[in-house]
C-alpha cells in the first residue's frame, strides 16, 4: 500500500513537472522570470476542498513564523544590557566559548555579509544592531558543519535573527575545473536563481584567519511546514503536484525548457528512472537507521534526554 501511495506520487510530480515546463515553453524568458508562484496559486491547483482548507491554514501559519515567533522561546532580557540575548540550552543553543567560531571578530563578519548584499538591502540591514550570537544545531541538510544564529535590534528593540550555515564545497566540485570563489556566495546564487522567492537577507561572509565559508539568511521567513503526520495519500498528491510546479519554474528560469523537455520526452522512462532511485534511496535509509540503532546500544552514540529535546 505504502509502496503503492509513494510510486504514484512520484509519477505525479513528474506529469506536473513535464505539463508546467510545456508552459514556460510557451513564454519567453522574460515572462518566465516575471513568473510567480504564491499562496494564490497553490490554492488554485488544490482541487480536493478538505486540502485546500488544509493549506490555507498552513498559508496563515507561516505568516505567524517570524522572528518574533520564537523570540520568547530563544531568548531572555537582559537587565544589565537592556537588550534580549540567547538562553543557553546546550547542547542545542549555547554561546561560543574561547577558541570557537563567533567567539570573538562577529562584528567583522557581519561587516562582510553587509557588502554582499544589494546596496538597498544594506540601508535596511543598517537599521539593526547585534546584540548577541549563539552556536546552535540546526537541521538534518547541516548534519556536522557549523552554524548559529545571531540577534538583531532596531532603535525599537524589533528583532531579527539571521542564521549562519557553514558552506562546505559541493560533491560536484570535482566535475568542474572552474572552483567558486566563495562557497557561500555559491549557495545564495543557486538559491536566489532557483527559488520562487528569495530570503531579502540572503548573504555570505567568512570568518576568522581560516577563512571559514558561510551563507547567511533569517531563521524564520515565513516558511511553510508540512505536516506529515496529517498527510493522507491525496494530499501527498497534490503536494507532489505542487513539487512539480515548482521545480518546473525553477528549472525553466535556471535552464531552457524546450531542451528539457527533448530531454524527458514522454516522461515514461523518466518516471521508472526516479521510481527505482526512490526504492534504492529508502533501502539505503532502512540500513543506515539501522546502523544508526546499533551504534546506540553498543554505546558509541549517546542519545539525549527528553529534558533537551
Known sequence: MEERVGLKAIEVMLNAYRQH????RTLSPLQTWYEKIDAAVLLQHT???KIRKKREKHLASAHRRTSASVLPKLTDYDAESGHRCFIDEPPLLRHPQEGEVFAKNSKEFFQRYRDSLKSDRQVLFDRYRCTDVALKVVGVGSVGT???IALFEDADREPLIL???EANPSILNPLFPEKAKHEGERVISGQQLMQAANDIFLGFASYGREH???YVRQLRDMKISIDLEDMDDVYLYEYADSCGLALAHAHAKAGNADVLMGYLGEGKQSIKVLQEYAFQYAERN???YAQ?????EQGKIEVAGDEVL
Request: a negative charge; hydrophobic letters at 45%.
Open 21 to 24: 515546463l510545456q508552459h514556460f
Open 163 to 165: 542564521q549562519m550555515k
Open 146 to 148: 557549523r552554524a548559529a
Open 292 to 296: 544508526f540503532l546499533q551504534e546506540i
Open 286 to 288: 532502512a540500513v543506515d
Open 47 to 49: 482541487e480536493d476542498q
Open 212 to 214: 571559514q565559508q558561510f
